[in-house]
């Protein structure tokens, strides 16, 4: 069992930066591939991006890819999330989430993931 704790949401200004990190408990994090998801209000959950259990693979949603980096420190037992020049449409609540299991599809699927956060809000201003 990992528990996850994600924190450094906030608001921001439009093209302003937000780095989000998910800390877990337990032994075994670096057992675990590690997303992150969104949900805004009124939306389903989405995929924001993921990374395998050592860190040498990455996957992007095409609505952030360029913008926002997904990193790991397995030593620290965290995941980060670098969201750069932040739009609007990026204001939601943001989840980190744990998977043993990790393929480019199963990556962006959210009923993959066993172990989810409790979310931070993200706040982008126009």
């Known amino acids: 069992q990992v528990q996850l704790v994600e924190s450094g949401g906030g608001l921001v200004q439009a093209g302003g930066s937000l780095r989000l990190s998910c800390a877990a408990s337990?032994?075994?994090?670096?057992?675990?591939?590690m997303g992150w998801f969104r949900q805004a209000p009124g939306k389903e959950r989405e995929f924001v991006a993921a990374?395998?259990?050592?860190?040498?693979?990455?996957y992007y949603a095409d609505s952030v890819k360029g913008r926002f980096t997904i990193s790991r420190d397995n030593a620290k037992n965290t995941v980060y999330l670098q969201m750069n020049s932040l739009k609007p449409e990026d204001t939601a609540v943001y989840y980190c989430?744990?998977?043993?299991?990790?393929?480019?599809?199963?990556?962006?699927?959210?009923?993959?993931?066993?172990?989810w956060g409790q979310g931070t809000q993200v706040t982008v201003s126009s």
């Open positions: 337990g032994r075994t994090f670096s057992s675990y591939a």
């Open positions: 989430a744990a998977t043993r299991q990790f393929t480019k599809r199963m990556a962006q699927r959210d009923y993959d993931y066993a172990h």
């Open positions: 990374i395998s259990h050592g860190g040498g693979s990455t």
